[in-house]
């Protein structure tokens, strides 16, 4: 059982924890965590750049950032989305066109690394997990540049996507 002096010198404001209670405290670990919680919550620094205005958005390293930092990102993903609609109607329309491939071969790589690249932002921080983050990023990037390729050389040296896509559901070789 603990003293009440120890508890005492744990819980009063203004006190650290002394030598003799953190010997005690560590005998009861719930106590410990109940008694000494004040202190760790008092003694926390903030993550933000404390010499910045209040007012002026920081990141967690104290480094100004615009308001608008995430809308273009936002912008482009909807743009893409909103692209890829018409693309994928267009060859009921007009049957297997080449420029339509190129659309396909550009706007759904482009699409898909993106949402891989959220992916790895949210799952990896960079901040966390730096190194990790550096490595899948580039993963991310070189996956999209292959692919990118292989849809430029499908669409140029064998049949596209589009008439690809038809064969596969008619069933024709």
């Not at 404390?50 to 909807?78: M, N």
């Not at 540049?145 to 050389?153: E, F, N």
Request: net charge positive.
């Amino acid at each position: 059982m603990l003293s009440s002096r120890v508890l005492c010198t744990v819980a009063r404001p203004g006190l650290s924890v002394t030598k003799a209670s953190a010997v005690a405290l560590r005998a009861s670990p719930v106590a410990a965590f109940h008694a000494a919680r004040p202190v760790l919550v008092r003694n926390s620094s903030p993550l933000r750049d404390t010499a910045s205005p209040a007012s002026e958005a920081t990141t967690y390293t104290g480094e100004p950032i615009s308001k608008v930092h995430g809308s273009y990102h936002w912008d482009l993903e909807r743009a893409l989305a909103i692209a890829t609609v018409p693309l994928l109607i267009a060859p009921f329309i007009v049957g297997s066109n080449p420029y339509v491939d190129l659309g396909l071969g550009v706007v759904i790589p482009l699409h898909t690394h993106m949402g891989f690249q959220v992916i790895v932002d949210d799952y990896l921080p960079k901040r966390r997990t730096p190194i990790l983050y550096r490595v899948s990023t580039g993963l991310v990037y070189g996956a999209t540049g292959l692919v990118l390729y292989g849809c430029y050389q499908f669409n140029t040296n064998d049949i596209g996507i589009t008439e690809f896509v038809k064969r596969l559901w008619t069933g024709k070789q």
